[in-house]
């Protein structure tokens, strides 16, 4: 049984400042312009529509005014979530075309749905050139969610963006695995002290990307399914310059296509996002079509004959914490496993308490491949799915930079 994708656009820029006084963002015309490159004829989607976004209008906003266009980042965030529901309930792989990284947020609060119906947690793997983790505890203040989503999406902030319909936060600090940001990001240390795991580009680069993916399914393996959010901003500027916040040290197309691959191949990935691709610096449509060539070969897994349906599974109690590993990658661990693995079938999930507590070595999940069963209805715009366990892989055993690196 093949997963079908369905292809949603979410053409909005709230989330970013305008390039100048009088502009407007041009990003939201990136689902027309990948659309124009043949993208869904090039993955056999079905079109699920666009969800046309309020009007980008600062009016008066000054920094110290919490974020811009918040009121309307959260009721779009909110029919965003719906529109993801809708998708995964015809049992379809939803794509998501922004739009700016504010997205995030309409993605994050169907995931929370989903893992709330489910029983269980729902990951994120955050792929971007940046950490987007500026919040009101690091920053003298924030204004552009676009660069602050992963901090909103992991409850640091204002209510109104970070926790949508009281959900707070959308995904667990350990829930979440970012890849390709900058050896010097920001905020890295930041990251490190909330305990998200992290593989920047020297270290992405070290180990490859497939076996990165193969990591990210690892650090993730307690979760009933995960996410992935894809900035193209991860993508070196040499390659692809047309973006808001262009920045040295990014991946190359190849790079992003196997990590994309290895990401997607497994019914534990729930959907994709793609962000920030802005065509007013793609004048002659090439890096559009750079895009949609890395994204058709990317999602090829996902519409392959052998490819099946996610399946989400309630949480069990968590066994007794693990051994701590000798590894130089871990992560800590909290919180109750999910019935990807039984204990008998090698799953081992952290039982830590807080950052440093708990450090196991991630499972390797089970190899075994069970029939589909049909759908059972969870809730409106969501479903609760049967489908087989996430294939099995190698873990990654080369060596890590040191530790400041790994979480840069």
Not at 79 to 100: H, K, Q, Y
Not at 145 to 171: H, K, M, N, S
Not at 203 to 232: P, S
Not at 364 to 375: D, Q, R, T
Request: hydrophobic residues 40%.
């Amino acid at each position: 049984m093949m997963r079908r994708i369905a292809v949603l656009d979410a053409p909005t820029n709230l989330g970013l400042r305008p390039p100048t006084p009088s502009s407007v963002p041009g990003c939201a015309k990136a689902p027309g312009a990948l659309r124009d490159h043949g993208l869904l004829a090039r993955l056999r989607a079905r079109d699920a529509g666009c969800l046309t976004p309020p009007r980008y209008d600062p009016g008066d906003w000054r920094p110290g005014d919490g974020v811009c266009h918040a009121p309307e980042i959260s009721g779009y965030s909110t029919l965003l979530a719906d529109r993801i529901g809708e998708i995964i309930d015809r049992g379809e792989f939803p794509l998501v075309l922004g739009g700016d990284c504010s997205v995030l947020l309409g993605s994050a609060l169907a995931m929370h749905r989903l893992g709330e119906a489910v029983g269980g947690r729902i990951g994120l793997v955050f792929v971007d050139g940046h950490s987007d983790f500026r919040h009101p505890g690091n920053a003298s203040y924030v204004g552009a969610a676009a660069g602050e989503d992963l901090a909103l999406v992991t409850g640091r902030g204002q209510a109104d963006l970070a926790a949508i319909e009281g959900r707070r936060p959308y995904f667990r600090d350990i829930d979440v695995v970012v890849l390709g940001i900058r050896a010097q990001d920001e905020y890295r240390l930041d990251l490190q002290a909330a305990g998200i795991t992290t593989r920047p580009v020297p270290a992405l680069r070290a180990e490859g990307a497939a076996r990165t993916a193969q990591w990210a399914h690892e650090q993730l393996a307690d979760c009933a399914g995960y996410w992935v959010h894809i900035d193209v901003d991860v993508l070196d500027p040499a390659v692809m310059p047309a973006v808001d916040a262009p920045d040295p040290g990014g991946i190359a197309f190849a790079e992003l296509e196997i990590l994309l691959a290895g990401l997607v191949d497994t019914p534990h990935c729930l959907g994709v996002e793609l962000t920030v691709f802005d065509p007013d610096y793609d004048p002659d449509g090439s890096y559009a079509a750079e895009i949609v060539n890395t994204v058709a070969a990317g999602l090829a897994p996902v519409g392959a004959p052998e490819a099946v349906p996610p399946r989400l599974l309630p949480s069990a109690p968590p066994p007794q914490r693990g051994r701590p590993s000798a590894a130089s990658e871990t992560r800590p661990g909290t919180g109750p496993a999910v019935l990807n693995a039984s204990p008998s079938e090698g799953a081992s999930p952290n039982g830590g308490t807080g950052p440093g507590e708990g450090l196991v070595e991630a499972p390797a999940p089970a190899a075994a491949i069970e029939p589909v069963g049909p759908p059972v209805s969870a809730g409106p715009g969501l479903l609760r799915r049967i489908g087989p366990q996430e294939e099995g892989g190698l873990r990654s055993t080369g060596e890590e930079p040191p530790a400041s690196a790994g979480l840069a």
